[in-house]
């Protein structure tokens, strides 16, 4: 048996390594990060500062019947870590001009106050029903805040792909005072892995029952390892109802500061 | 030299700004992407907002000072909004509106709005606003909103009333230089408002002057049938700096609590009617007091209530009408999770105001028609709003005062065709004593319907 000189020994377990490292490193790092990690670290990636979204939705009942509403979205991370956003509906024509705008908090309500237009002063007003449905739409007021880590416990469920991407299958359970005023017993969220991007969410009553599928389409980086979809779906099953938001335009950290979010900018932001 | 003026104005809606909006529009796009004067114009025409509104209300009763049972207004409001530059714009609210009750008449054609009818061609508001990062400047002819409350706001003194018509009333606006300057929690707002604008009252052949059997009404102060004399025109405050107004309001947000101090110094809208002897004769004449008005309003929520307070001390400073505090206080709670078929939210609004004279003024020779600025002694306010969905909503609201038993009740219902066309049908009902607020409106019980259409 010809032997195997050290040179063609050292090569052979070269590449043995190599190719373990390719196969099975990723693979274990994935299995090594929780649930709560994968969102974590998704959160750091994915935060940004400031963002401004122009966004058209279409809203078409189970007929085909569409309806189109146009908003505005500001959005920025306080020096606390705390959001706050502002909203402002410009179309249709008889809501043109409403605001509302939120101000985050740890602890306790947030505050928030409504602009009409008709009225000609700022409201303030307590906060929605969070599982109450935003304008017409099959978004409820919960689905468009950011994602708090501190009021879900976040189980790592699978790997499933979606378009050909590697992707996360994440539990996100309400717990806490959240388990009461969260419309969802869960949610399950696809989180490509290559982006820490999430791809699709599906929400389950508190039955236990899939009642919504959010799709998140076209999705770009937008800045750094920042990546934003052009295009999001939100499919209510039940009402066979669907809401697509479009943006229109977006940009992100111009460097919107604390004096931007305020009731004189609520009137008129621009 | 107001005739020149409305020219001018409309000159500027409809033939200056839309040529400067074509020609920036041009300047924006490339020799590729040129477009016709017709793109143009349509683009123009795109960014026009506005909304056509067909009001209508049938009374159930004839009154003496108005026989016309159904009456019909017509209203078209456009939205108008030219950027100067990037921190620059014109807003200019054109509104045309026409009715069978004799409330308009002409054009305006001045800048200090004091005629008794309204006007077919007006500007709701027609302003220059420059913004700025920290603060905010306007010069124009501008609406202004203060106080928290939901059903009358003792701390808003700034704009007159017009009251042809009382549960459809509007505000006027008023020719007025302001500053809103912000920082932090923090906001300031400065008014200057140089010329004064008198309330719009029903005069005496509108039936919302309220008066009984042999009762004339001056400035809608009802005096007695027994009492004869020659009333006079109204006597308007010169124009002079001395009588110009001006308003200052401090607003900021602890702690979920917002908190706002406001001043006004200026005239009450609402004239009282000043009875002077002459010779054998009396002559009735309506005068405006000049006041201060002090205020705060708190507003917090709790979980799903809201709740806010309003009040004011107006001290009336030639000694013509009380000094009084005047107050409100309130709430709002949704019910938003019914998990019901048919409703999907439902809301209700309650307010309790009341007033308290401090110094109470020798008032025998005036004959007060101050109902208008002082309308709740002791009452209470509110609304119940059923929402079914997006695009229906029935809401009953009211006011009953607690010492003289006059009550006002409205029902309505919503409906929202499509995003460009809303109906909305209800009736006004008011009942009491003929000579109580509500009362004196007892034969104007209406049903009414408006029809609007937005484009």
């Not at chain 1, 974590?40 to 509403?69: H, P, S």
């Not at chain 1, 029903?129 to 699978?158: C, Q, S, V, W």
């Not at chain 2, 924006?28 to 009001?55: M, V, W």
């Amino acid at each position: 048996m010809r032997k195997w000189s050290l040179f063609s020994r050292l090569l052979v377990v070269s590449i043995f390594t190599f190719f373990m490292n390719g196969l099975f490193i990723p693979a274990a790092t994935a299995a090594e990060m929780s649930g709560k990690e994968i969102m974590e670290k998704q959160k750091k990636l994915q935060e940004t500062n400031d963002e401004k979204e122009v966004l058209a939705m279409k809203l078409i009942d189970k007929k085909g019947n569409a309806k189109d509403r146009k908003i505005v979205r500001y959005s920025m991370k306080t020096g606390a870590g705390l959001n706050k956003i502002m909203m402002i509906f410009l179309e249709p024509k008889d809501i043109k001009g409403t605001g509302l705008l939120t101000w985050e908090h740890k602890d306790g309500d947030d505050d928030q106050w409504l602009y009409l237009p008709e009225l000609g002063k700022e409201k303030r007003i307590a906060s929605s029903g969070k599982k109450n449905k935003f304008m017409g739409t099959d978004f409820a007021f919960e689905d468009l805040r950011p994602e708090n880590l501190n009021t879900h416990k976040y189980n790592l469920i699978g790997s499933e792909q979606i378009e050909g991407k590697d992707c996360f299958v994440i539990e996100a359970l309400p717990v806490g005072k959240e388990e009461k005023e969260s419309g969802y017993s869960k949610r399950k969220l696809w989180i490509r892995k290559d982006i820490s991007f999430t791809v699709k969410i599906e929400f389950y009553d508190k039955k236990g029952k899939l009642i919504k599928v959010q799709e998140n389409k076209n999705a770009k980086n937008v800045s750094g390892m920042v990546w934003r979809s052009d295009e999001i779906v939100m499919k209510d099953l039940g009402e066979e109802h669907q809401t697509s938001l479009i943006v229109q335009s977006r940009s992100i950290n111009k460097g919107m500061d604390d004096d931007f979010f305020s009731l004189r900018k609520l009137k008129s932001p621009e | 030299m107001h005739r020149i003026f409305l020219i001018f104005l409309i000159f500027l809606t409809f033939f200056i700004f839309p040529t400067i909006s074509i020609y920036a529009q041009d300047a924006t796009t490339t020799k590729e992407e040129k477009e016709g004067p017709a793109d143009s114009l349509r683009k123009f025409l795109d960014n026009i907002a506005g909304s056509l509104e067909y009001k209508f209300f049938g009374h159930f009763y004839k009154v003496k000072q108005d026989n016309i049972l159904y009456a019909h207004e017509l209203i078209m409001k456009l939205d108008t909004k030219y950027n100067l530059d990037k921190n620059t714009s014109l807003v200019l609210m054109p509104i045309l509106r026409a009715d069978n009750r004799h409330f308009t008449a002409g054009a305006i054609d001045r800048l200090q709005e004091t005629e008794n009818r309204r006007y077919h061609f007006n500007f709701k508001e027609a302003f220059l606003v420059r913004r700025g990062e920290k603060a905010d400047f306007y010069l124009g002819k501008k609406i202004y909103s203060w106080g928290k409350a939901e059903g009358f706001n003792p701390t808003d003194n700034i704009n007159p009333y017009d009251f042809l018509d009382f549960p459809d009333k509007e505000k006027i606006g008023v020719l007025s230089a302001a500053v809103e300057y912000s920082i932090g929690n923090y906001s300031v707002d400065i008014v200057f408002v140089p010329l004064f604008t008198p309330s719009r009252l029903p005069g005496q052949n509108n039936r919302w002057a309220g008066s009984a059997e042999g009762e004339i009404t001056v400035s809608n102060a009802v005096i007695p049938a027994d009492v004869t004399g020659e009333v006079r025109e109204r006597e308007l405050p010169a124009k002079t700096i001395a009588n110009s107004q001006f308003a200052t309001r401090i607003k900021t947000t602890i702690s979920g609590w917002d908190f706002a101090l406001s001043y006004y110094h200026g005239f009450d809208s609402v004239p009282v009617v000043e009875e002077e002897v002459v010779g054998l004769t009396k002559h009735y004449t309506p005068k405006y007091n000049k006041i201060n008005n002090y205020g705060l309003s708190i507003a917090t929520t709790f979980d799903k209530l809201e709740m806010h307070a309003e009040g004011a001390y107006r001290d009336t400073a030639n000694g013509h009408d009380d000094d009084f505090l005047s107050y409100i206080i309130g709430g709002s709670y949704s019910w938003d999770e019914l998990n019901l078929e048919f409703i999907e939210k439902i809301s209700l609004y309650f307010e309790f105001a009341g007033e308290k004279v401090v110094n109470a003024k020798d008032n025998r020779k005036r004959f007060s028609s101050a109902d208008y600025s002082r309308p709740l002694k002791r009452s209470v306010l509110g609304s119940l709003v059923f929402k079914f969905n997006e695009d229906v909503d029935f809401r009953i609201g009211g006011n009953y005062n607690l010492d003289e038993y006059d009550r006002y009740i409205q029902p309505k219902v919503t409906y929202k065709v499509s995003d460009k066309l809303k109906l909305k049908a209800g009736l006004d009902i008011m009942a009491g004593h003929k000579d109580t607020f509500w009362g004196k409106w007892r034969k104007n019980d209406r049903v009414f319907t408006n029809v609007l259409w937005y484009f």
